[in-house]
């Protein structure tokens, strides 16, 4: 059983660092020992801040290490110009796909299965993920400590809506980032399959008593770790193929 007052704790701990400038680890009591415990301190700081989650950050685990982090409706943005909090005077972004449902999936106790979950697909975007990295310090952060604070991050843009039936099958997609200078990349997606983190949150959702609900954003994995952009001046991020993103990310 997971100690309630414990994650009560941490969930204080981390709202009061959001709000501030206080970078410092969580107290060793209140690490989370196992990923069970992390996730519930996820959905309690969305509680115990007001947030409605909005959408989904996912990737297949990594043996016992989840990824899967809820992000706030208020953290969702779609317009061209998105508020961020850069890092030593930039901002980290991660190139990613973006995956709208169409209708809810709520908790049951039957297995939802690859095509129901495709079927519920109702709408696909070019975004970026915005990283932000919330322990300061050279020490090594334990993935649980990590995952208690929504695995870095800070929201996401939308850009873009692309056909579904491209955005599925999108397993490699070549990437130009444009601002002072031009980088190329050779995008893969980290588990060669856009579709099959959503596959696995969808049933790890329904096992929590959670569930995805209709207007749900999933994000499934960064085609290209993580980048570098300036704050306050417009970017351009192409995905070849699909289109293409200008934003501009304010400080």
Not at 58 to 79: F, M, Q, R, W, Y
Not at 208 to 235: C, H, M
């Amino acid at each position: 059983m997971m100690d309630s007052e414990k994650i009560n704790s941490t969930v204080c701990f981390l709202i009061e660092r959001r709000c501030g400038d206080n970078h410092n680890r969580l107290p060793h009591e209140l690490i989370p020992t196992t990923s069970d415990e992390a996730f519930s301190t996820q959905m309690a700081i969305h509680k115990a801040m007001g947030d409605e989650v909005g959408g989904w950050k996912t990737g297949l685990p990594l043996g016992d290490k989840l990824i899967v982090a809820p992000i706030p409706s208020n953290k969702i943005h779609e317009s061209p110009v998105c508020p961020a909090r850069p890092e030593k005077g930039v901002c980290r972004i991660e190139p990613e796909i973006a995956f709208r449902i169409g209708e809810n999936l709520p908790p049951r106790l039957e297995k939802y299965t690859e095509e129901e979950i495709k079927k519920s697909i109702v709408s696909a975007f070019l975004a970026i993920e915005m990283i932000e990295n919330r322990y300061q310090g050279n020490e090594e952060i334990s993935h649980n400590e990590n995952l208690a604070d929504c695995l870095f991050n800070q929201g996401i843009c939308l850009g873009p809506e692309i056909p579904v039936d491209q955005a599925i099958s999108c397993a490699e997609v070549d990437i130009r980032l444009t601002q002072n200078a031009r980088t190329n990349i050779k995008g893969v997606h980290p588990n060669k399959d856009p579709l099959l983190p959503l596959f696995w949150l969808c049933n790890f959702l329904r096992e929590q008593n959670v569930g995805l609900k209709t207007g749900d954003v999933v994000i499934t994995g960064s085609y290209a770790g993580v980048l570098e952009v300036e704050p306050n001046r417009e970017f351009k991020l192409e995905f070849s193929g699909l289109g293409a993103m200008t934003h501009t990310l304010t400080s």
